[in-house]
Structures are given as C-alpha cells and as structure tokens.
C-alpha cells in the first residue's frame, strides 16, 4: 500500500524558512511525479511545485518563484520543499501528493488530477 507522510510544518515569523517533507512507503521513488500542493482556509486547493523523475525541469506556481525549491531524495524515498522568504499569504495546509508509472496526458502536473495518491496535510502558519 502506497502511503504519503508530510512532516516539517509549523509556525513561522514572516521572512522565515521551513522545510516540508513528503516521505513515501510501500514504494520506490523511481518513476514518479510528486507534487505539493496547499489549501487556505476558504480557498480552493492549488499546485505550488512538482518535480518528476523524467523532467530536469521542476515546477513552480509564480507566487512561489524564487522562494520555494523542491527536491527528490530517491534513496530516502522523500521529496522535500524547501519555503524560504515566507509570508502571511503562504499560510495553509501542505499537501503533497504523487503519481507512479504512467502519467496522465489529459491533466497538467499542477492539477490535482494528475495525482493518485495523497498525504493527510501539514499545516504552514506565517505571521507579520
């Protein structure tokens, strides 16, 4: 069974860093997509990062462009997203969320339909 565990929330000062993990079980990290996402209380979910195991090239929402890097670990089977420079606006519950093997060409890797398998979240607070 394929399980994803978020860890590295909490509460920051504006200006502040944190890193998210985004550990994997009941499978190898060699062929994969796994993306982040966060949800602010009222809003709708959003993709802020992905990275996949075929692309040099990660993914980035813009508001998170230069402050956000994320990062695989395949032999530690974890993802990381590195949260410098937060602000306020970053304020939400971090998920992430994968795919293994075939991807779906019919959704685009910051939709929450490209993704199969989901954490239970983590909670990012920033404050001015």
């Known amino acids: 069974e394929v399980q994803l565990v978020e860890s590295g929330g909490g509460s920051v000062q504006a200006g502040g860093s944190l890193r998210l993990s985004c550990a994997a079980s009941g499978v190898k990290l060699d062929d994969y997509a796994i993306g982040w996402f966060r949800q602010a209380p009222g809003k709708e979910r959003e993709g802020v990062s992905s990275i996949d195991s075929s692309d040099a090239t990660p993914y980035y929402a813009d508001s998170v462009k230069g402050r956000f890097t994320i990062a695989s670990d395949n032999a530690r089977n974890t993802v990381y997203l590195q949260m410098d420079s937060l602000q306020p606006e970053d304020t939400a519950v971090y998920y992430c969320?994968?795919?293994?093997?075939?991807?779906?060409?019919?959704?685009?890797?910051?939709?929450?339909?490209?993704?199969?398998?989901w954490g239970q979240g983590t909670q990012v607070s920033v404050s001015s």
């Open positions: 969320a994968a795919v293994f093997g075939k991807r779906d060409p019919d959704y685009a890797v910051e939709e929450e339909e490209y993704y199969d398998y």
